[in-house]
């Protein structure tokens, strides 16, 4: 539930951004300013998170993120401009931060690898709803109340993951801590950063800034091209991105056949692929429906690619697998962060189709260097 919600929180404000900017006089794309602020403290304090976890027990802080996490969505339903928005969504983004990405490596730590892809597939599950929940409810419940209503529902979800969490703890059952960061939160960041110095971490780390900025970038506007393009309101836009979320699911819930069958390598490539042809479809495509069909290839295809990358994250460096796996979820936001902030011009002075039409070129070549570098990786 704590992802759902986190989930949801990222992604709301994509088909609120015509909305929002309407509101308080600016276009989509400035408006997008809320999505990269948002994107860059969530960003960059996983370099933060994941020596803490490791250091003092991640099930933890995640517990504690989870309740800070409703003050700042609480304080965007009251944002008086912009840029009082943006720094809300900043501060929303810092708590966030460290819920995903240390549950991930909560899961590393008490689940083995040869069983890890399919139980992270299952964790995402909460992860994709929030997604469906952000943007499709978000959207529509924009259109009922009123986009700042939105975000006291979101707090309210905080509010009641936290509590399920905090007693969790409390169970005889429940896992001891795993403190894996010897010499504590300033060795922990060492480690990080150490990361970086090794070949195939630096590739997977490389890898997902590079998929952040391409895929997230670029669906960031998707909403906004879609009430451009042809007349919708943020609802309709907003249902059209969650099916996003079912082509997860789908997914999510045929992970350990796809793994199976496809392998890692083979996961990447078609996953590559079929995120092309969303893309191209979306940037070309003269009637509403088809980006209905866009929207799941795109969600299954961004799966096959994103889960296996995290699969890979979780082993990067078991003796500190919360500040590897927090290294990795910082490196995608903060490049969601830089393609927002390169496509946002490009929208506004000529719409979505020239930032898909690119997405649609660059992420084939990107699997494909990848996959190639998926055959030298390290045992």
Known sequence: MASFVSAATARVADPLLPEIGRE????????????????????????????????????????????????????????SSLHVLAVTRLLSGATAAAIIPLSMAWIGDVVPYDQRQSVLAKFMSGQILGLVFGQAFGGMLSEVMGWRQVFVVLALLYVLASAGLTADMFRKDHPPPVRSGNGGVGRGVLQMLGLLARPWPRTVIIMVFLEGAIVFGCWAYVGSELQRRFAVGPGTAGAI?????????????????????????????WGGVGLAVAF????????????????????????????????????????????????????????????????????????????????????????????????????
């Not at 991105?241 to 796809?258: D, E």
């Not at 479809?281 to 969600?299: E, Q």
């Not at 936001?333 to 898909?356: C, E, K, N, S, Y």
Request: hydrophobic share 55%; aromatic share 12%.
């Open 241 to 269: 991105l969650a099916v996003f979320g079912f082509g997860g699911l789908a997914y999510a819930l045929n992970a350990r056949t796809m793994v199976k069958r496809f392998g890692e390598r083979g996961l990447v490539i």
């Open 280 to 379: 191209t479809l979306i940037a070309i495509t003269p009637v509403l429906w088809s980006a209905v069909v866009a929207s799941a290839i795109c969600g299954l295809s961004f799966y096959m690619l994103h889960n296996t990358l995290q699969t890979n994250a979780t082993q990067m460096a078991p003796e500190a697998r919360g500040s590897a796996v927090s290294l990795f979820a910082s490196a995608l936001f903060i490049g969601q962060t830089a393609g927002v902030a390169v496509i946002g011009p490009m929208f506004d002075r000529w719409g979505g189709q020239p930032g898909l039409i690119v997405a649609a070129i660059l992420t084939p070549l990107l699997v494909v260097w990848f996959a190639g570098r998926l055959r030298s990786r390290p045992a």
């Open 24 to 79: 308080f006089g600016a276009t989509p794309g400035q408006a997008g300013l809320i999505v990269a602020a948002f994107s860059i403290s969530y960003g960059l304090l996983q370099a933060v998170y994941g020596p803490v976890g490791d250091a003092f027990g991640k099930y933890r802080l995640v517990a504690i993120a989870t309740f800070l996490s409703s003050l700042g969505v609480i304080a965007s339903a009251f944002a």
